[in-house]
């Protein structure tokens, strides 16, 4: 850390930003730049904002509180993002960020400390190399990559520049999920072989497949970035309806089930890959919500899947989408069921958890935690030269978003695998595992059949059975399946092979 004035920090910004209206975008090159500095207790870490929209503002509120940071600089391809999030950080401090486009202006920036990223999912692994290759340090949010080999790429960033890199499954930090945690490991549940993650989030369609204009004043290559341009939009809406397309997101099953699938694998206690994956479900539902039969959401994610995960213990776990009505299960929509020989924990919000024994009594109760406490875990972190220390650093955000991405591969392979209930429940029943597969077959199709989805009428999509060797992190004889550990990038926004960051 270091002290800066207000005036070094615009002149340096202000020339930077001119360079590239002449010279075109800042390169990033592949050995980081900064070094770490002495710093005293009375300095500041300055922070690039990366990603205005929902989940950045959030991230703007937790470094507000926070008086070892501040805001300098806040990037987005929509000015008019960025222009909101500055307005709110100058009413809050009386000392407005520099506003940018391009993230590349920023990371030479000796001023900029960490960047802390909220875009989309497919921005992610890009901006974390190029900040840790430019010696900054990074909060990224979940999941941490858009595909397993980014996540891999971040990794061996991390370890290669000596950074922090926190990813945002901020649930490992709260108070009452690392005691309940302990207590499952502790044996109170006896011995542990699975653990089942819940999303069951109600998600409107986002809309009819369609032709849609850019909005005016967006820089749409920059939003883009490694995935292709899709001009014109196949959507309605730019900014956060991009979870539900592939290209972009990965469904919620990388959304809001990333967290739930980290702590269904923090309880588990595994610390690789699986060794066996397979998915079923769908996008399903939306024509019968509006009795037409014809009608195609602009969404190609699943909407409804169930995930088998295998590991060589002989653990399993198990992810559970829905996003039509449902009810909840033992009382959890959006949480985490773990299953002991003894009993079981319900963790059914960041914030609250509770442990039975095989009667339904509880036998302990475990609560407290926010956000803040992880982004304070990351701040102290990087202030301290700890990267050891960070609750979910990007190992761990690689291991957990791994999962999602399988499930999903899985599922794309099969997708035009279209079977009948009678078939699904051949399948699924060949599947080894801890779980009573057939018994949460039969409750997705329950599911489906109280929206109005009728199985027979309207088939599921079984995906591949699929082989994956945890020590070489690629799948098993199936050249298919690893093509789709990565993807294709645009030239000047390639996400580097881990051996290569």
């Known amino acids: 850390m270091k002290k800066f004035s207000r005036r070094a920090f615009l002149s340096d910004s202000f020339l930077a930003a001119a360079a590239i209206s002449v010279f075109g975008p800042v390169s990033v090159p592949q050995k980081a730049r900064a070094q770490d500095r002495p710093h005293g207790p009375n300095e500041t870490l300055g922070v690039m904002l990366v990603g205005c929209g929902g989940r950045g503002y959030d991230h703007t509120l937790e470094y507000l509180k926070d008086s070892r940071t501040r805001i300098l600089c806040v990037c987005d391809p929509d000015p008019a993002h960025s222009a909101r999030i500055a307005d709110y950080i100058e009413e809050r401090t009386q000392k407005r960020p520099f506003e940018i486009r391009d993230m590349r202006e920023g990371f030479d920036d000796r001023n900029i400390d960490i960047v802390s990223c909220a875009a989309p999912n497919h921005w992610h692994a890009l901006c974390g190399v190029w900040a840790m290759q430019a010696g900054k340090d990074t909060y990224l949010e979940k999941p941490i990559c858009h595909n397993v080999r980014e996540g891999q790429a971040l990794a061996a960033a991390a370890r290669k520049y000596g950074r922090c890199c926190q990813v945002g499954t901020q649930g490992r930090s709260y108070s009452a999920v690392r005691p309940a945690a302990a207590y499952a490991a502790g044996g109170n549940l006896g011995e542990i072989s699975l653990t089942r993650g819940l999303c069951y989030k109600r998600r409107r369609s986002i809309g009819a497949l369609g032709v849609y204009p850019v909005p005016e004043g967006v820089d749409y290559s920059l939003w883009s970035g490694p995935a292709p341009v899709v001009d014109p939009m196949t959507r309605p809406k730019l900014h956060y309806d991009w979870h539900w397309q592939r290209l972009y997101g990965n469904g919620d099953m990388g959304n809001q089930g990333a967290h739930e699938i980290d702590l269904a694998r923090l309880f588990l206690g595994e610390t690789e890959f699986p060794a066996s994956v397979i998915s079923y479900g769908g996008r399903l539902g939306y024509q019968a919500e509006r009795n037409d039969d014809a009608y195609i959401d602009a969404g190609d994610t699943a909407n409804t899947e169930v995930s088998i995960f295998g590991y060589r213990s002989g653990r399993s776990l198990v992810f559970e989408t829905r996003g039509l009505e449902t009810d909840p299960l033992l009382d959890a929509k959006i949480g985490v069921i773990v299953y002991g020989s003894e009993g079981f924990i319900v963790e059914s919000d960041y914030g609250l958890a509770a442990a039975f024994d095989n009667d339904g009594n509880e036998t302990a109760r475990f609560t407290g935690g926010d956000d803040n406490d992880h982004f304070r875990n990351f701040?102290?972190?990087?202030?301290?030269?700890?990267?050891?220390?960070?609750?979910?650093?990007?190992?761990?955000?690689?291991?957990?978003?791994?999962?999602?991405?399988l499930g999903n591969i899985s599922y794309y392979m099969g997708e035009e695998n279209r079977v009948s209930p009678a078939e699904a429940e051949r399948v699924i029943s060949g599947i080894p595992g801890q779980d009573d597969n057939i018994a949460t077959l039969r409750r997705t199709f329950d599911h489906l059949a109280a929206n109005g989805v009728d199985p027979e009428r309207t088939p599921i999509s079984m995906g591949a059975n699929l082989k994956f060797d945890p020590d070489s992190e690629s799948f098993v004889g199936n050249s298919a399946a690893d093509a789709m550990l990565t993807r294709d990038y645009r030239d000047g926004f390639v996400v580097p092979n881990p051996e290569n960051v």
């Open 379 to 405: 701040v102290d972190c990087v202030a301290n030269r700890t990267p050891e220390k960070l609750s979910a650093d990007a190992r761990v955000g690689l291991l957990s978003a791994g999962l999602a991405h």
